[in-house]
């Protein structure tokens, strides 16, 4: 893959943090080369330019002689590795090897052409510097980037080849020489929310994967409810013009194609919210991750380098590149919908146990000989529930005034992506108590071959071929497990390919 700066994708991370060899554009080369021409010249002139000859944050105002230039970006190195465990994974620290390399490849940063040649090394060769996740405010991940610096200098721990090492120990082995930092390399290095950006970016397919089997779920429930299917009339949907409804909406009609629902009168008038809306309250989530995506594409356009060079005009100037305030927020949105479909989860598990809704046993119990059925399973459904609606509250507008009281504001953004994680793995746990509970209903409702949608039968089977209807001598956890186990297994984009 060849890197100029500008395009990346987040299918592209994916591609390189397994594996993909990358390179950099010749055009970028030449950028990066006239920054740093720049960047040298500034040097021997007399303006004062942060972080180039002065301090950073409220040293600002401290001269940095030339010839203490080197020993200023390599001490800035060292005094900025104030992250803490938990250490982000190799998946992660790849990616924000890249998405760093690809924002320093614009010509922006002025940051010398070898250490952009040694990331490429180390992506290339498979070496990944560890580097530890908590450290960072949302104003540059200057506490976590920190780490890779110190690989660059050749100190500190990597992993390569399934262990782990000095860095000095594996530049020696294969025979590279560490990078002697000059003027406005150290900044240049920290200065960044690539490691943030690299967290979240891995963070969007999981979610795209588990609406997608929300959607699934959602056509099982429905199913098991023996449900009204008004709300999926084409000219219902058609009269709602919302991109994300109409996603939901179609994977939906594709799970059920086929189902008995469409062949029969409803057995009801309207169905409650959380079956009724649910295409809508997913459709917001979808919008959401779009916002969350077309946000961190915006980012992975611009530059983030404070100061930045400006190779038009020769100048170097400080900037707010840094400031991650319009990633935060569609992220804090993002989360605020995705509880949404985490109550409504949680809801349609509660009707599903109640007889006056579905006219199936109370509690989904296999006969009259059994006592319990899957009643005590509602409390961990609401477990789950209450702990997502915990990880999305607000947190970007809580600051402190930090570095001398210069850095009066945060963002709180390595955070808030800690939540959307608890947020996505609560989600996945949540999902399989669903399927489980349509499942079980589905089985009493069609003691004989379900007539269900094409999808749904086949999720149906996974989960009731092996377990049959589940009565009170079944270990609940364990079935989970293997329902989990089975799901994670399954592609959910393949499987809705399939049927299209």
């Given at each position: ?309 400006d190779i038009t005009t020769g100048r170097i ?136 949608g094409k999808l749904t039968r086949k999720v ?41």
């Amino acid at each position: 893959m060849e890197l100029t700066g500008y395009e990346l994708s987040i299918e592209d991370v994916q591609r390189v943090v397994k594996g993909e060899i990358v390179s950099i554009s010749q055009d970028s080369f030449e950028r990066m080369t006239t920054a740093r021409q720049v960047v040298l010249e500034a040097l021997t002139g007399d303006q004062a330019i942060y972080g180039l000859n002065t301090g950073v944050g409220k040293n600002k105002d401290r001269r940095i002689p030339i010839n203490d230039i080197d020993h200023f970006n390599r001490q800035l190195i060292y005094a900025h590795c104030v992250g803490i465990e938990p250490e982000l994974t190799i998946e992660e620290v790849r990616a924000t090897m890249l998405i760093h390399l690809n924002n320093m490849v614009k010509g922006y940063s002025g940051v010398q052409v070898a250490i952009a040649e040694r990331l490429v090394d180390f992506l290339n060769l498979g070496i990944t510097p560890v580097v530890n996740g908590k450290g960072s405010i949302g104003e540059g991940d200057i506490g976590i980037l920190s780490y890779i610096g110190l690989a660059l200098l050749g100190e500190g721990l990597v992993d390569y080849q399934g262990k782990r090492y000095t860095a000095k120990e594996v530049f020696e082995s294969l025979g590279l020489k560490p990078i002697h930092f000059g003027a406005k390399d150290g900044l240049s290095v920290i200065s960044s929310n690539a490691a943030s950006f690299a967290r979240l970016a891995l963070l969007v397919p999981k979610l795209e994967r588990i609406l997608k089997w929300y959607d699934l779920a959602y056509g099982m429930s429905l199913e098991a409810l023996d449900g009204n299917t008004t709300p999926l009339d084409d000219s219902v949907v058609r009269n709602k013009a919302l991109s994300g409804h109409q996603c939901s909406y179609r994977h939906v009609k594709c799970v059920l194609e086929g189902s008995y629902l469409f062949e029969k009168n409803s057995s009801g008038v309207q169905d409650p919210l959380s079956f009724r809306n649910v295409t809508l309250i997913h459709g917001a989530a979808y919008d959401s991750l779009s916002y969350v995506k077309k946000q961190l594409y915006d980012e992975w356009e611009s530059s983030d380098d404070n100061p930045m060079v400006d190779i038009t005009t020769g100048r170097i100037l400080s900037t707010p590149h840094f400031e991650t305030l319009n990633v935060t927020l569609a992220i804090e949105m993002l989360n605020v919908a995705l509880s949404h479909v985490s109550n409504a989860s949680v809801q349609r598990m509660i009707k599903l146990g109640n007889p006056d809704f579905t006219g199936l046993s109370r509690f989904l119990t296999a006969d009259d000989s059994q006592f319990f059925g899957l009643q005590a399973l509602q409390k961990t459904a609401m477990t789950l529930d209450v702990e997502i609606h915990h990880a999305c509250q607000i947190l970007s507008n809580v600051s402190y005034p930090l570095a001398g009281e210069m850095e009066d504001r945060q963002t709180n953004l390595p955070l808030i992506i800690q939540e959307l994680e608890v947020i996505t793995e609560k989600l996945y746990d949540l999902l399989t108590i669903e399927l489980l509970y349509a499942t079980q209903a589905i089985a009493l409702r069609f003691p004989t071959e379900p007539p269900l949608g094409k999808l749904t039968r086949k999720v149906f089977h996974l989960i009731f071929d092996q377990y049959g209807t589940l009565e009170d001598q079944h270990q609940l956890y364990a079935v989970l497990g293997g329902i989990s186990r089975k799901i994670s297994q399954m592609c959910i984009h393949s499987l809705f390919d399939k049927e299209k």
